[in-house]
């Protein structure tokens, strides 16, 4: 259940009730791919960089180690020893990313596996069966990943196409969530919007699956190489036609000022690999600006990666101790970059929670938003 607490212009300030806890909005939520965050960070370091939810990939799963072994040790969250709320997204961005080979259907998509070639069929029910089998708090709707750009037609077509498989996400989810074999019982689900960058196919696509009833809501399909203000355009476009008492999802963004700005169109909730993939290649993330640690300036200097921040690694390390670290390609030095680096992004989201508390955004967004 969504609650809306503050709200301040479009930027909205809310709490998301699950089954497995509660969700404070606007939040970021941490990509542990295959049940693990890139840079050996696990599941119990969460809890020491603020983690609110952990992101698991549906087809990385399927394909290993299969969703039916970790029904077999209880699901993913006891099989990573996660406590709080666990996403699953639908596995269709994979599919449509990564695979080999693929055919679309009304039924569904055959695939060649990006590991050994060999053959898949994912579609609604299946995506929605491996995700009842990894027992998150959240399951993703199944969808079609279109390129952009992408030719309005085909666009139009695989809107429609999109909302039926909805539909039947609904059906497949509502018939297991009743099972005595199912672990979670309570699974939610949300929609996706998609449509390109054409606005009226978006506006459309919003309008159809908010008729439908779930959990929550989310736009698809944006931060795959467009620029950012068309993105923003696309967000504020839509944002009126989202259900305002369900939570809103920005999929797969971004940098720092895109989930401000997003933030202050309305959206609720996101995730990234940024974060992430940046801190393992030495990009760090701090309340001046990014900084890169193998610059050779950072050899002697005896600071934290931040003065401002608090994280584990900041407390501890100094910058010339993790330069080391990551020129002599020790583990170790990705590890404390990652930490940094999502303890960064969860900050940043509790620093705007703060501030549309007090009815500061407006401020906040006019302090960070560059400079971040």
């Known amino acids: ?19 497995h806890g509660n969700i404070e909005l606007p939040g970021f939520m941490n990509v542990a791919t295959c049940g693990a965050i890139k840079g050996a960070v696990s599941a119990l370091d969460l809890k020491d960089i603020k983690c609110q939810v952990q992101l698991c990939n549906t087809y990385h799963l399927h394909l290993r180690p299969g969703d039916e072994t970790v029904k077999s040790q209880g699901g993913i969250r006891k099989f990573t020893r996660w ?25 569904g998509v055959e695939f060649s596996s990006h590991i050994d070639g060999h053959k898949i069929f994912m579609g609604p029910e299946e ?12 399951a993703m709707a199944f969808d079609e990943c279109i390129a952009n750009p992408a030719e309005y037609s085909y666009t139009k077509n695989s809107c ?24 979670n019982k309570k ?7 998609q449509g ?19 959990d929550g809501f989310a736009i698809g399909g944006l931060a795959v190489g467009e620029p950012a203000e068309e993105m923003y355009n696309i967000i504020e476009k839509v944002e009126p036609y989202m259900p305002p008492d369900k939570p809103r999802y920005l999929m797969g963004v971004g940098t720092p000022s895109n989930i401000i700005e997003a933030v202050a169109r309305g959206v609720d909730l996101f995730d990234c690999v940024m974060p992430s993939r940046n801190a393992r290649h030495g990009k ?20 934290p990666l931040d003065s401002e921040c608090q994280c584990p ?35 940043l989201l509790e620093k705007i929670r703060d501030s549309l508390d007090i009815g500061k955004f407006k401020d906040f967004y006019n302090k960070y938003v560059n400079k971040l």
Request: charged share 25%.
């Open 83 to 107: 406590e709080g709320p666990v996403l699953t997204d639908s596995g269709g961005f994979q599919v449509f990313s990564l695979a080999k080979l693929r055919r679309i259907t009304e039924s």
């Open 127 to 138: 995506s929605i069966q491996i995700q009842s089998n990894l027992a998150s708090t959240i």
């Open 196 to 214: 390109s960058t054409y606005e009226d196919l978006r506006i459309e696509h919003m309008k159809q699956i908010s008729e439908i009833n779930l």
């Open 1 to 19: 259940m969504y609650t809306l607490k503050k709200k301040e212009i479009s930027a909205r300030r809310g709490s998301f009730q699950t089954p």
């Open 313 to 347: 690694t900041c407390s501890h390390y100094s910058r010339a101790y993790i330069r080391h670290l990551l020129k002599s390609k020790e583990m170790l030095g990705m590890r404390l970059c990652v930490m940094h680096n999502l303890y960064f992004y969860n900050t």
């Open 187 to 193: 699974q939610m689900l949300f929609g996706i919007n």
């Open 160 to 183: 429609a196409r999109t909302v039926r498989w909805l539909k039947r996400c609904k059906k497949k989810l509502d018939e297991l969530n009743v099972l005595d074999t199912t672990l």
């Open 284 to 303: 760090i993330f701090t309340w001046s600006g990014q900084i890169n640690i193998l610059n050779a300036r950072f050899e002697k200097d005896s600071s």
